[in-house]
Nanobody, 123 residues
Framework: QVQLAESGGGLVEAGGSLRLSCKLS????????MAWFRQALGKEREFVGAVSWNGGVTDYSDSVKGRFTISRDHPWNAVYLQMNSLKPEDTAIYYC????????????????WGQGTQVTVSS
């Protein structure tokens, strides 16, 4: 059974950095394209970024491009979201997601989801 567990969320001041981790269990992470989504209070869930199975292709939303970076760590069966230059509007619950057959995107919802981790950016 595939499970995803996020960690690393917390409270940070605007301009600061956080690194979120997502540990996949139940299968080798190399079988999955991975992604991060987020959902702010009262708003719809939105795509943050995605990475292909071997890390060769990445895609980011315009709102985080140049500030956030997704990376894979296959020995640890993990994927990371490095978030720099954080803004108050980045405050949200961040979800890790995975799919065997499709690179997730704003229009392609992945099959597997984690429980989420809260990120709060103070102004």
């Amino acid at each position: 059974q595939v499970q995803l567990a996020e960690s690393g969320g917390g409270l940070v001041e605007a301009g600061g950095s956080l690194r979120l981790s997502c540990k996949l269990s139940g299968s080798p992470i190399g079988l999955f394209a991975m992604a991060w989504f987020r959902q702010a209070l009262g708003k719809e869930r939105e795509f943050v970024g995605a990475v292909s199975w071997n890390g060769g292709v990445t895609d980011y939303s315009d709102s985080v491009k140049g500030r956030f970076t997704i990376s894979r760590d296959h020995p640890w069966n993990a994927v990371y979201l490095q978030m720099n230059s954080l803004k108050p509007e980045d405050t949200a619950i961040y979800y890790c997601a995975a799919d065997r057959t499709t690179i997730p995107s704003p229009t392609k919802s992945p099959h597997y989801w984690g429980q989420g981790t809260q990120v709060t950016v103070s102004s």
